[in-house]
């Protein structure tokens, strides 16, 4: 059974960094796409972009600029920064195992989701 | 980008009712659209994929169709566990897309 998790720090300070990182079990992060979704508080979900086994990205236009991932296939983990962050970053932060069948992607399965509060 | 439009944004039923909820989606995406269900304090979870196919694991209550580009989630024989909230999420475009959610209460 895949399981997702997520971990970082919880605050960050405004114009810092967001760093967190995915771990994978129960199976092997190469041969799939990996994402990242947020949150924000009472609202919906943003999908926030995603990365292949061989380091390839996509990234949500609206945050291309501030966003980088990264994966590490050797421990099975998958990382999210996210620069000169805001009060508006606020968010649970999701990682998820995107599933590719050649015509459709969907999320399966999703780590717990993990709060970050940009704040001073 | 695609917007997505789901209706009703909430809604009340009862144990046993039939639900549907819809997704409305700005230009046609063939049948690039899946399902989700968020419980409270909880991740989202996949119930359906491609429009129409059930999930491992997802009770036969749950289906998906699709009318134009209207897709269609319906809940039969509601349970109580059914709560939450519901997101539909399209991977036609390149830049993914969920809809706003429908909240359901029971």
């Known amino acids: 059974q895949v399981q997702l998790q997520e971990s970082g720090p919880g605050l960050v300070k405004p114009s810092e960094t967001l760093s967190l990182t995915c771990t994978v079990s129960?199976?092997?992060?190469?041969?799939?796409?990996w994402s990242w979704i947020r949150q924000s508080p009472g609202k919906g979900l943003e999908w926030i972009g995603h990365?292949?086994?061989?380091?390839?990205?996509t990234y949500n236009p609206s945050l291309k600029s501030r966003v980088s991932m990264s994966v590490d296939t050797s421990r099975d983990q998958f990382s999210l920064k996210l620069n000169s962050v805001t009060v508006a970053d606020t968010a649970v932060y999701f990682c998820a195992r995107d599933v590719n069948s050649g015509w459709n992607n969907w999320f399966d399965p999703w780590g717990q989701g993990t709060l970050v509060t940009v704040s001073s | 980008d695609i917007q997505m439009t789901q209706s009703p944004s909430s809604l009340s039923a009862s144990v046993g009712d039939r639900v549907t909820i819809t997704c409305r989606t700005s230009q046609t995406i063939n049948t690039y659209l899946n399902w989700y269900q968020q419980k409270p304090g909880k991740a989202p979870k996949l119930l359906i994929y491609a429009a129409s196919n059930l999930q491992s694991g997802v009770p036969s209550r749950f289906s998906g169709s699709i009318f134009g580009t209207d897709f269609i989630l319906t809940i039969t024989n509601l349970q109580p566990e059914d709560l939450g909230t519901y997101y539909c999420?399209?991977?036609?475009?390149?830049?993914?897309?969920f809809g706003q959610g429908t909240k359901l209460e029971i």
């Open positions: 990365i292949y086994d061989s380091g390839s990205t």
């Open positions: 999420q399209q991977s036609y475009s390149s830049l993914y897309t």
């Open positions: 129960g199976d092997s992060i190469s041969g799939h796409y």
